[in-house]
Nanobody, 124 residues
Framework: QVQLVESGGGSVQAGGSLRLSCAVS????????MGWFRQAPVKEREAVAS???????TYADSVKGRFAISKDFAKNTLYLQMNSLKPDDTAIYYC??????????????????WGQGTQVTVSL
């Protein structure tokens, strides 16, 4: 059974940084595209970043230049480094494993396993 467990969320002031981790068990992550999504209060869940099997990544316009997604095959873990955080980044962040291999994808339907989420709160 594939399980994803996020960690690293918390409260930070605007301009600060956080690194989210997503530990995956039950399968390896090296052949799948992986993604980070977030859901803010009263908003729909949105894609933040995705990384394909061979390391190509894509980002939402709102986080380009501030966030970086990466994979550690040895630790079977997905990361999201978040810098220059803004109050608009406040949300629950979810990691997800794709349904298959290939380039990064941003549609939720392309993912079949999800973590439980970790809260990120950015204050002024």
């Amino acid at each position: 059974q594939v399980q994803l467990v996020e960690s690293g969320g918390g409260s930070v002031q605007a301009g600060g940084s956080l690194r989210l981790s997503c530990a995956v068990s039950g399968d390896t992550i090296d052949t799948y595209y992986m993604g980070w999504f977030r859901q803010a209060p009263v908003k729909e869940r949105e894609a933040v970043a995705s990384i394909g099997r061979y390391g190509i990544s894509t980002y939402a316009d709102s986080v380009k230049g501030r966030f970086a997604i990466s994979k550690d095959f040895a630790k079977n873990t997905l990361y999201l480094q978040m810098n220059s955080l803004k109050p608009d980044d406040t949300a629950i962040y979810y990691c997800a494993r794709g349904r298959g291999s290939g380039p990064p994808r941003v549609a939720e339907d392309d993912y079949d396993h999800w973590g439980q989420g970790t809260q990120v709160t950015v204050s002024l």
